[in-house]
């Protein structure tokens, strides 16, 4: 059981735009930023998102985050087949002095 | 660039010990703060452990803690993890990661080590 929660799977089709959930508590992401990794079939996790809503350099503003009290969503517009990947969020958990995933989220684009 | 290439990997009896490596190139490495992060096969990402720069400061996950050691080598750019009383919920892909500011997100992985406990 992730301290994390996001939804197992979401899907959409090519084009549409997808969101993916990730709701913590006061410890977590209530007061700490978020950071998303997208992973692609058998490669290492990459970072999407850090700091709520930053975009590291050559990550395209299809990606984008929102944080609202205990809960952040990821949104990625215009899928693309390519965006099938898992997704996690994370943050620091100030009780148990730890970083915390998500369990993670399996995008499909049908 | 950026390099992170883990090493120490292998099959390792319950109860056995293994220590990871992780070397580290492209950056600063003795003012970065650095984590390990695991994945079982087929699950999701876990924070292990995490490290300061300096190496005054280090984390762990409950499930790693009191069996599992951070360390770093400022001098060889490298980053380790010793593991001790391994169990067979330990069995899983080690990755490397770089903290882009301390321990708020990981901007460069490893490719991983696996690490198999199994009699």
């Known amino acids: 059981q992730s301290v994390l929660t996001q939804p197992p799977s979401v899907s959409a089709a090519p084009g549409q735009k997808v969101t993916i959930s990730c709701s913590g508590s006061n410890s977590n992401i209530g007061n700490n930023y978020v950071s998303w990794y997208q992973q692609l079939p058998r490669t290492a996790p990459k970072l999407l998102i850090y700091d709520n809503s930053k975009r590291p350099s050559g990550i395209p503003d299809r990606f984008s985050c929102s944080k609202s009290g205990t809960s952040a969503t990821l949104g990625i517009t215009g899928l693309q087949t390519g965006d099938e990947a898992n997704y996690y969020c994370?943050?620091?958990?100030?009780?148990?002095?730890?970083?915390?995933f998500g369990g993670g989220t399996k995008l499909t684009v049908l | 660039e950026v390099q992170l290439l883990e090493s120490g990997g292998g099959l390792v009896q319950p109860g056995g010990s293994l220590r990871l490596s992780c070397a580290a190139s492209g950056f600063t490495f003795s003012s970065t703060a650095m984590s390990w992060v695991r994945q079982a096969p087929g699950k999701g990402l876990e924070w292990v452990s995490g490290i300061s720069g300096a190496g005054g400061a280090a984390y762990y996950a409950d499930s790693v803690k009191g069996r599992f050691t951070i360390s770093r080598d400022n001098s060889k750019n490298t980053l380790y993890l010793q593991m001790s009383s391994l169990r067979a919920e330990d069995t899983a892909l080690y990755y490397c990661?770089?903290?882009?500011?301390?321990?708020?997100?990981?901007?460069?992985w490893g490719q991983g080590t696996l690490v198999t406990v199994s009699s």
């Open positions: 994370a943050t620091w958990d100030r009780s148990l002095s730890a970083v915390v």
């Open positions: 990661a770089k903290d882009q500011d301390y321990f708020s997100s990981f901007d460069f």
